[in-house]
């Protein structure tokens, strides 16, 4: 693995103009997804180089509240090449999926680079491969690219208006760490994904004095595990089924499985399971949520309008006065400035090709990890990392 200091120096990058298969494949970002991808392509014997703008590896599951653990099982969340330690558990914490990063990087003896951003994709002159410009004005030469900087990117705060004048506490939830600061205090977490659910039973297990969660859609609420079954293996199976079936089979599920909190403000959905999965809202994995709704300790309220007078407006007309607001309000993929130039990306801004496909007018240009699996996110970037391997060393072929 490079020196976590190392940066790329004006003698050891290729020139743009270098042709042939010496040049190699540029894998942006070191998360889970970009090693992976890595750790395939050196399997087939194909160089790959690892480009990283913060200073480790895994950056972005370092900055994640302390609470965190995988919603997915320890066995189904491997990388390619590296099982996980059993020491581990099931449910793997934060810092443990840290640890495992930076093992798996050093046990694969990956080429990282890291403090430097990729700023640009272009084209290479030559019509073969892929140019990058990166900070400190580096020009780098690749046959082909593997984007994986990541779904959950760069923080989305909502424009409510006011927010700027409210004189209490307004975070996005990527900046929450633990309940302590907020022991004793009245907070609003706005957002009811996995992520919001669990800010919720954090505040309310650390002491906030009062929990309320504003909810805009009914979530669908899942048990992590029933009778040692894990939901993610129901939900890969689920995969193979067609939408309406999985929707009855939820439903017949919820009911036996997840009580109706409805009297507590959060009613069962009314559209199914799997077709929220196909708009893009997985199920929330209970952690303690349910048991904090019942008990009252967590109070669903309507969604957020705005902010005014020092009060927040809710969808219902009421206000609420909370001291601070966490906003469990997701993220911008952010590959505009990248690569929008490419024709690469839907209205919305996401890549139009995922895992081993290229865009007819990108060739050599490949995505992975910017989707919202219900079978896991590790499971699915260590399945694309296989299928982008394979590609990559048959157009090497």
């Known amino acids: 693995m490079a020196d976590s200091h190392s940066p790329l120096t004006s003698t050891d990058r290729p020139h743009p103009d ?236 919820a009911r036996v499985s997840v009580p109706d909190l409805s009297a507590h403000g959060l009613p069962r959905p009314a559209t199914g399971l799997y077709s929220r999965v196909r708009e893009g809202a997985i199920p929330v994995q209970d952690v303690g949520l349910i048991d904090a709704v019942r008990a009252g300790r967590v109070e669903p309220v309507a969604a957020v309008e705005a902010f005014e007078d020092g009060k927040v407006v809710l969808a219902d007309g009421s206000r609420v006065g909370p001291d601070a607001v966490i906003a469990a309000t997701g993220y911008r993929r952010a590959l505009e400035p990248l690569l929008g130039h490419l024709g690469v990306l839907d209205a919305r801004g996401r890549p139009r090709v995922h895992g081993a496909r290229t865009a007819p007018e990108a060739p050599g240009l490949y995505f992975t990890g910017f989707t919202n699996p219900i079978s896991g996110t590790l499971r699915e970037l260590r399945l694309d990392a296989g299928r982008i391997a394979r590609a990559v060393a048959r157009s090497k072929a």
């Open 18 to 253: 270098r042709r042939g298969p010496a040049r190699p494949v540029y894998v942006i970002g070191a998360g889970p997804g970009g090693l992976s991808v890595a750790a395939a392509l050196r399997g087939r014997g194909v160089r790959a180089v690892v480009l990283e703008r913060s200073d480790h590896v895994g950056a972005s599951w370092r900055g994640h509240y302390d609470r965190l653990h995988l919603h997915t099982t320890r066995r189904l969340s491997a990388l390619p090449g590296l099982a996980m330690p059993r020491s581990f558990g099931r449910w793997v914490a934060r810092d443990n999926v840290v640890r495992y990063l930076e093992k798996y990087a050093e046990h694969h003896d990956l080429d990282v680079v890291t403090g430097v951003e990729v700023t640009r994709l272009e084209r290479a002159p030559d019509g073969a491969g892929w140019l990058l410009r990166a900070t400190g004005g580096r020009a780098l030469a690749g046959r082909a690219v593997v984007v994986a900087t990541g779904y959950n990117h760069t923080p989305h705060l909502p424009d409510w208006p006011g927010a700027d004048s409210y004189p209490g506490e307004l975070i996005h939830a990527s900046s929450y760490r633990a309940p302590g600061p907020y022991a004793g205090k009245d907070v609003l977490v706005v957002g009811v994904g996995n992520t919001g659910a669990e800010i919720a039973v954090d505040l309310v297990e650390g002491g906030a004095a009062r929990v309320r969660l504003a909810v805009r859609t009914a979530p669908h609420i899942v048990r992590r595990s029933t009778a040692g079954w894990p939901a993610q293996r129901s939900a890969i199976l689920c995969r193979r089924l067609p939408v309406p079936v999985v929707d009855r089979l939820g439903r017949v599920l």
